[in-house]
């Protein structure tokens, strides 16, 4: 840990020797930097003042990536550098912020199950129905548990003064194969506001056919983690806000998100040595088709000055089922049920919890800031195998409480930032059996606890009006997917109270970062480290089904984005990242072994150009490269990838009269390629191709 402080001191040096050497002759300007309010760091934080990388992706961005993708995960994986590329599945396992797992939030509340992640929390809500996403890049502990690689803050749509209606329409097919392939989607959306009362509530349907790689095959249905081709959906949204005066009022928001498989797909083949990719065919399938089926509720209450303080109260629920595929594995063999036993999982969990604030600005008239509050979360979880009703993942019941304090100090051009957050957890595990594939074993239940003190600093400076430097150290506090070390357990004799892999993930984050925002050009790059000394990396065993390793973990990684105007209509953008990292193979307390891409994305570019072209047309051109990692010898050679390249192209036609109209073209150049997640999953029957050429038009129309 010296080390890497030195490491931290010695840059930030370096940085300010650099920055006050440059000599900008941009003028000062207002940017949408300094009037963003910041909501995912729970205090109305400036972006510029947020001692960490943040990104916001507003709704315009967001309406340019859904005409080119379909999911959360996809635009995710094209707009964050140090996210992985997608898996174009229902599921995000595999999938990594900065090469940990980030914590997604709705307006707010954790979407993220702590006790059983089934990868599926990007998957919680319709993208149409969101209005912006912030994201704070690296560990933090200010949402509370789970954020080790970041926090993803989705923020839905809200009323506006008047009444306003919105209809939404899309259709979307391969270049090949377009009977098969044809999407549909549509929505509708109508707010309100008038006196004390605003409304927003919506719908939003979708089918979803067959997606057809650069080769003109349907591309494998995942029918075990669940896929979101060959699907159906819909998502009903609403949100009322009662003004109570000008500083107090009530808000309550539900989402009800279903999507399923329709099952009329098999897998066939699929040779990950040969590069043959598994592919579908029409079939009927042997279990139920996979499914996802969320509610989340809030109600907030807030008053700008109780006790002088700005408060803000929020109680939370979540019911969240996954039902997922299955098959014959041996993993669900039970000499008890017959042989040749087909069976599959389903998740479920149930969230209640409240999360109180209070922000205090310019404390006694001074130049201190100080936010507080307490949060608490009960979840209940269990996961069932749902054919035959065996508990794969005995009911466990997790609370969680957390006070914190956070001081933020202005003075001139620096801003200090120091924070401490209490973490108190408590299992909750009754007697249990485990599958009869880990050895029928007795595991004596338990009620274990942990608690952490987790602390933070940050440091802002302004050199000029147009640079600023960062540099913070952070800690963030997770479990380690508890369902699925307690489903693994195959030793006897084990008690859920002495079983050191229940242990929490802590994971300290260093990160040092500058900005420029001048009128013209805005640059931005950073350096973190992020240690866990008790980590939890996911490794397949021989059906592909995901254990939990306890293995101290190092991951370091950069991340550099910049934005040229050459004029007010043309606009040039260039991302990269590359992240890097290893594992303690041998329990000695170093590591020593590069992790593979279940754990850690590729090193990857993106570069993009955006085009007004008169004040009705404008259009977007943007090209991702996912770098080749040949560095992984012997058996880890399983996770060396060959990488690849994908041209995507939209363009938005905004009219008077009949709306707005968006062509989009993915894999414009019809490239042809395995996965990210195929080529370092090594599992023949996953071994999938990438969406080929496909187009997409969406259309809007606003009254």
């Known amino acids: ?69 379909n999911s959360l995960s996809d635009i995710l994986g094209n707009l964050l550098p140090s996210y992985s590329p997608s898996r174009q599945k229902l599921t995000s396992s595999g999938e990594s912020f900065r090469g940990r797992t980030p914590l997604y939030l709705i307006d707010g509340v954790p979407q993220s199950n702590p006790l059983r992640n089934g990868s599926r929390s990007g998957y919680t809500i319709d993208p149409m129905l969101i209005e912006r996403v912030e994201v704070i890049h690296g560990a933090s502990a200010i949402q509370g548990m789970g954020a080790s690689g970041g926090i993803i803050n989705i923020i839905t749509k809200s009323a506006t003064e008047g009444t306003q209606h919105q209809v939404t329409a899309g259709v979307s097919a391969p270049t090949s194969q377009s009977s098969e392939g044809l999407s549909y989607d549509a929505g509708y959306l109508v707010s309100h506001g008038e006196g004390q009362w605003q409304f927003v509530g919506g719908v939003h349907l979708r089918e979803t056919g067959m997606y057809v790689d650069g080769d003109g095959q349907l591309i494998g249905v995942d029918t075990t983690q ?61 279990l139920d088709p996979a499914e996802n089926e969320v509610t989340t509720a809030s109600l907030n209450y807030s008053d700008a000055d109780w006790l002088g303080a700005d408060l803000n109260w929020q109680l939370f629920s979540q019911s969240f089922s996954a039902l997922y595929g299955g098959g014959n594995f041996a993993t669900f063999q039970d000499p008890a049920y017959g042989s040749d036993l087909y ?13 109180i604030t209070l922000n205090w600005l310019k ?51 620096w801003s200090f930032n120091a924070g401490l957050r209490y973490e108190y957890g408590k299992l909750k595990v009754d007697d249990f059996t485990t599958l009869a594939s880990y050895g029928g074993h007795f595991v004596e239940g338990g009620d274990p606890s942990f608690n952490e003190l987790l602390t933070n600093l940050g440091v802002v400076y302004e050199f000029t009006d147009n640079w600023r430097g960062f540099v913070s150290m952070s800690e963030g506090f997770s479990m380690a997917d508890v369902g699925r070390v307690m489903r693994g357990i195959s030793e006897p004799n084990q008690s859920v109270n002495t079983f050191l892999n229940l242990e929490p993930v802590l994971t300290d984050n260093n990160e040092i970062g500058v900005e420029y925002f001048g009128d013209n050009l805005t640059f931005a790059a950073s350096y973190f480290e992020s240690t866990s000394d008790l980590g939890a990396r996911l490794s397949p065993n021989s059906d592909g089904i995901f254990e939990v390793n306890r293995e101290k973990t190092e991951i370091q990684g950069f991340e550099v984005t910049t934005e040229y105007a050459l004029s007010t209509d043309t606009l040039l953008g260039v991302m990269y990242a590359d992240n890097d990292g290893e594992f303690d193979s041998d329990e000695d307390g170093l590591v020593d072994t590069k992790l593979g891409g279940r754990n850690i994305s590729p090193r990857r570019a993106n570069l993009y150009w955006t085009q007004n072209w008169g004040s009705d047309v404008d259009s977007r051109v943007q090209w991702n490269h996912f770098f080749d990692r040949h560095i992984y010898t012997g058996a ?59 187009v997409r038009l969406n259309w809007q129309y606003a009254w």
């Not at 069976?343 to 999360?355: T, V, Y």
């Open 1 to 69: 840990m010296p080390m890497k402080k030195s490491i931290i001191s010695s840059a930030i040096f370096s940085i300010l020797a650099t920055t006050v050497a440059a000599n900008s002759q941009a003028e000062e300007a207002v940017k949408d930097y300094e009037i963003l309010v910041v909501l995912a760091t729970r205090a109305p934080l400036q972006k510029s003042a947020v001692p960490a990388t943040v990104t916001i992706i507003d709704s315009e961005q967001i309406q340019q990536q859904l005409s080119v993708s």
């Open 226 to 286: 669940g896929d979101t081709m060959d699907s159906s959906s819909y998502d009903f949204f609403g949100k009322a806000v009662y003004q109570f005066d000008r500083e107090r009022q009530l808000q309550l928001m539900i989402n009800h998100l279903d999507i399923a498989s329709n099952g009329d797909y098999i897998s066939i083949g699929g040779d990950r040595e040969n590069g043959i990719p598994t592919i579908s065919a029409r079939g009927e399938l042997e």
């Open 343 to 355: 069976d599959q999982s389903r998740n479920d969990s149930n969230k209640l919890g409240s999360r």
């Open 363 to 413: 404390v006694a008239d001074s130049n201190i800031d100080i936010t507080t509050g307490l949060d608490f979360l009960r979840d209940r979880t269990f996961q069932e195998l749902a054919q035959t009703k065996r508990k794969w993942v005995p009911e466990t019941e997790f609370e969680n409480w957390a006070p914190f304090v956070q001081a933020r100090f202005n003075t001139g051009d």
């Open 636 to 694: 880890e050679s399983v996770n060396n990838f060959d990488g690849y390249s994908t041209l995507d192209f939209t363009v938005n036609l905004m009219t008077q009269k009949a709306g707005d109209f968006t062509l989009g073209i993915e894999n414009l150049l019809d490239e042809s390629y395995f996965t990210y997640y195929a080529q370092t999953a090594a599992h023949d029957t996953r071994n999938f191709m990438g969406r080929g050429r496909t």
